[in-house]
């Protein structure tokens, strides 16, 4: 390869026999003879999520030594959809951090809206939980759910099934 064009490769962040994947990663750079600038050094999402202290460290060092990051999340084991798919359950609950950022942040709007999508070709109703604000039973009736729980519809004190609400 010429010094000017890119590649990547894998690597992860778990520390086996002492070796530091940023330190491989920056002698793999030097050995094709191109800047660690013109390499994306990739993840498997996998390996972020089971060690995502260590991942941290990892990207920081990789970043400081000038290379391209990026999360590998093509992987060959099982998504966390497909275990909910296996399941086949009646209702998906998505609520917290999602629902929370709902109407401010276009990400978690995208995320909510793809998971609804997800529940409805699969026969599952879909229900926004912690809803607090008007904003949020808003964004939550444009992408499609079903169903509505948290302190907008009624306190958290009472029993969840007085707590549900239908959206039409």
Excluded: W
Excluded at 123 to 149: H, V
Excluded at 155 to 161: C, K, Q, T, V
């Amino acid at each position: 390869m010429a010094p000017d064009s890119g590649g990547c490769f894998r690597s992860h962040f778990k520390r086996s026999g002492g070796d530091d994947p940023t330190v491989c990663g920056a002698g793999r750079a030097e050995a094709t003879g191109l800047s660690p600038a013109n390499i994306a050094f990739l993840v498997d999402v996998t390996d972020v999520m089971s060690s995502i202290s260590s991942s941290v460290l990892g990207f920081r060092s990789a970043a400081d030594i000038g290379f391209k990051l990026g999360i590998d999340v093509l992987t060959g084991g099982p998504l966390p959809l497909d275990y909910i798919r296996g399941l086949g359950p009646d209702i998906i609950r998505i609520g917290g951090r999602i629902v929370q950022g709902l109407a401010e942040d276009p990400d978690l709007f995208e995320v909510a809206s793809l998971l609804v999508r997800f529940a409805h070709r699969h026969g599952f109703f879909a229900l926004g939980a912690d809803c607090e604000t008007s904003p949020q039973l808003g964004c939550m009736r444009s992408i499609g759910m079903d169903y509505i729980q948290g302190p907008l519809i009624a306190p958290y004190a009472d029993l969840p099934e007085h707590s549900i609400a239908r959206l039409v």
